[in-house]
């Protein structure tokens, strides 16, 4: 059934009116008309099953039929810090990253990125980021839309993670200490937020290991496998898949 999101704002008691690209899609690409079913959310983990009743000229209304929790969702909020590699990587990595679940995607400069920070580029890309997170959302029936911030460096990164949470940096120079036993460490917690930490193409440098490590950020190994920067955050993802949800 196609899904689409709105704001609470345009969810009434019994009905739901959906406007602008969306409404287009169901008239002119989907050719969905009345009675037609597709499913709603409100961007905040609930469903709304409907009913089409008029669909014309850039707007659709929908009769509620019922509704329901989503049930795509991760018990705790999960997000991803990760360092902005070169090429049309990011786009890949939001896209799949949404799909396995992740609430919030925070771009990172850190000191080995081969692509630097230029504000004009990056209004642009961040918002196509955006809407790839939009479109992965409504493919994989998540309950939220996951964000994708505007870029920081990697000192602000740690300074706004260490807030709350477990806060982990995959680094492949941490032996002792794996993924999996971050996860057991707190496997009957399943309300706190986990932060992940993935690098770029070159890794983190020892420095922001040590920066880190003294803010209480916790390197882990993702095992014995060195890992592309584009599969580390899916990799993670699907570790803590396993752990919390299967």
Request: aromatic share 10%.
């Amino acid at each position: 059934m196609p899904r689409f999101f709105v704001p609470p704002s345009q969810i009434y008691d019994d009905e739901i009116v959906i406007l602008g690209d969306d409404a287009r899609h169901i008239i002119s690409s989907l050719r969905m008309r009345e009675g037609e079913e597709i499913t709603v959310c409100d961007m905040n983990r609930r469903d709304y099953f409907c009913r089409i009743s008029t669909a014309f000229d850039g707007l659709v209304r929908a009769t509620v039929l019922g509704e329901a929790p989503s049930k795509t969702e991760f018990p705790m909020k999960i997000r991803l810090f990760q360092s902005v590699p070169k090429g049309d990587k990011f786009e890949y990595i939001v896209q799949k990253s949404v799909e396995m679940g992740i609430c919030e995607i925070i771009p990172v400069f850190s000191a080995r990125c081969v692509v630097k920070p230029e504000l004009t580029r990056e209004a642009k890309k961040l918002e196509r980021y955006r809407r790839i997170a939009y479109e992965a959302a409504k493919q994989c029936g998540r309950g939220i839309i996951p964000a994708v911030c505007s870029p920081m460096s990697f000192a602000t990164a740690v300074g706004a993670c260490c807030a709350d949470g477990t806060a982990l940096i995959c680094y492949e120079g941490e032996h002792n200490f794996s993924l999996r036993q971050a996860f057991e460490a707190r496997k009957s917690d399943r309300a706190t937020p986990i932060s992940f930490f993935i690098g770029p193409e070159g890794g983190y440098s020892e420095e922001e290991i040590e920066l880190a490590e003294s803010v209480g950020i916790r390197p882990v190994s993702l095992g014995n496998r060195i890992l592309r920067c584009e599969t580390a955050s899916g990799f993670a993802l699907a570790c803590a898949a396993f752990a919390f949800e299967l």
